[in-house]
């Protein structure tokens, strides 16, 4: 590596953005590359870092694997970039690990994913499977019953996720009645027909991995054949504020999510970050899991730039293991060993305005096990009554 390829030193801090404006997963993607400008203006505003600005570089891959790879290439070789922050979908991001890598570039990773990886040049800030089906599972099972119907999306998250949950089931002596995929593009008529075979198979509660603009539909096909989401929720580590205001409160309210974060966490500094949000962005502004990793994960990655007085990736790979910050869902901390984040889970349920109401959540912030070594559902997800009745009547 020569002393030029080695961290700019003078001019802007340039860090490459790949958010998708277009395509099927837009609507979270612009909640993170939103949180993202959110939070380096924030950082310009009170000095920037070494005395330089940050200067993000924003490219729209629309959605499709090839496009991360390719402009995640552009970033590093043309606009002489080390530091991105992007994508959504696994294959996304298993689309520009081999990039970052060969360059020695760095990869923030914010979005809840299924778990089974590590690459030394991605900082995974979103939830592991441990955070966020482990629990999900643990509180499904315990509270609602164990015959589950699985939905996904066609690619690789969703396969893990329910393999991961079919074997908590199964281990609990549960069953599986059904997994079915549909395609990314796939349209209302799909949906509706996988809610009608749902009806007839009355699981105990759905388990979905659907992502984008599918869940609006499954969400509506659900409602539209009747089916009652305080006996048989959705539930799903996916589903967000940003797909909420896309289907609507009425279609939304009594599904189940498990996040790191929902916007009603009641803490000074989501307060702070929201209200600046809605500020910048418009009253009408939601945010979400994926929003608040994109966020706090710049104020991370910045923070770790002036320690070490470089934005050299080598450099910063220093000091980033272990490194903690106040984020808006509580102090996260980044891993020593294996570069995911210490988050704190939450189990949520929608309510008729279209938030999420906290029923579950770990009594402390949770260590990342991306291999998922450990089956144990935590004690809190089967411990505690949540108020199941309060806003609609349990089973
Ligand atoms: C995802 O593919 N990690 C949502």
């Not at 920037?48 to 330089?52: A, E, Q, T």
């Not at 966020?295 to 910063?316: C, K």
């Given at each position: 590596m020569?002393?030029?390829?080695a961290g700019s030193t003078s001019g802007s801090i340039k860090i490459g953005v790949l958010y998708s404006r277009s395509g099927v997963t837009s609507a979270a993607e612009t909640a993170q590359l939103q949180a993202t400008i959110l939070a380096v203006e924030e950082i310009n505003r009170a000095g920037?870092?070494?005395?330089?600005e940050i200067e993000l570089v924003c490219l729209d891959p629309q959605c499709q694997p090839r496009n991360y790879a390719d402009l995640a290439e552009q970033l590093i070789l043309k606009h002489r970039v080390r530091l991105i922050v992007g994508c959504y979908m696994s294959s996304t991001r298993k689309a520009v690990i081999p990039i970052v890598e060969r360059h020695n570039a760095l990869l923030f990773y914010a979005t809840p994913y299924e778990?089974?990886?590590?690459?030394?040049?991605?900082?995974?800030?979103?939830?592991?499977?441990?955070?966020?089906?482990?629990?999900?599972?643990?509180?499904?099972?315990?509270?609602?019953?164990?015959?589950?119907?699985?939905?996904?999306?066609?690619?690789?998250?969703p396969y893990e996720s329910n393999r991961v949950m079919s074997d908590l089931i199964l281990e609990r002596g549960g069953e599986k009645l059904d997994e079915t995929y549909l395609p990314l593009d796939a349209r209302w008529e799909s949906y509706?027909?996988?809610?009608?075979?749902?009806?007839?198979?009355?699981?105990?509660?759905?388990?979905?991995?659907?992502?984008?603009?599918?869940?609006?539909?499954?969400?509506?096909?659900?409602?539209?054949?009747?089916?009652?989401p305080y006996r048989m929720p959705i539930a799903s580590h996916m589903t967000s504020e940003a797909e909420i205001a896309i289907m609507g409160n009425d279609v939304a309210e009594g599904h189940i999510t498990s996040a790191a974060?929902?916007?009603?966490?009641?803490?000074?500094?989501?307060?702070?970050?929201?209200?600046?949000?809605?500020?910048?962005?418009?009253d009408d502004q939601t945010t979400n899991m994926c929003w608040?990793?994109?966020?706090?994960?710049?104020?991370?990655?910045?923070?770790?730039?002036?320690?070490?007085?470089?934005?050299?990736?080598?450099?910063?790979?220093?000091?980033?293991?272990?490194?903690?910050y106040e984020a808006p869902q509580g102090r996260v901390r980044i891993d020593e060993y294996n570069?995911?984040?210490?988050?704190?889970?939450?189990?949520?349920?929608?309510?008729?305005?279209?938030?999420?109401?906290?029923?579950?959540?770990?009594?402390?912030r949770v260590k990342a096990d991306p291999y998922v070594v450990s089956h144990t559902t935590p004690r809190w997800t089967s411990e505690a009554r949540p108020d199941l009745e309060r806003t609609g009547g349990d089973r």
């Open positions: 020569t002393s030029k390829d920037g870092v070494l005395d330089r778990g089974f990886e590590y690459s030394r040049n991605v900082i995974y800030t979103g939830a592991a499977p441990n955070q966020n089906t482990l629990p999900l599972a643990g509180f499904m099972l315990t509270h609602y019953g164990s015959r589950v119907s699985m939905i996904g999306s066609d690619y690789i998250c509706l027909d996988v809610a009608k075979r749902i009806r007839q198979l009355s699981p105990d509660f759905i388990f979905s991995t659907v992502v984008g603009e599918g869940i609006p539909h499954l969400y509506r096909a659900f409602a539209h054949v009747g089916l009652d974060y929902f916007q009603t966490v009641d803490t000074a500094a989501n307060r702070l970050a929201v209200a600046r949000y809605q500020a910048r962005f418009g608040e990793a994109a966020y706090f994960q710049m104020h991370l990655l910045v923070d770790a730039i002036r320690r070490v007085g470089s934005d050299d990736p080598t450099l910063l790979l220093r000091v980033l293991p272990g490194l903690e570069n995911h984040t210490y988050l704190h889970p939450l189990i949520g349920r929608v309510n008729t305005q279209g938030r999420f109401d906290v029923i579950g959540r770990a009594p402390e």
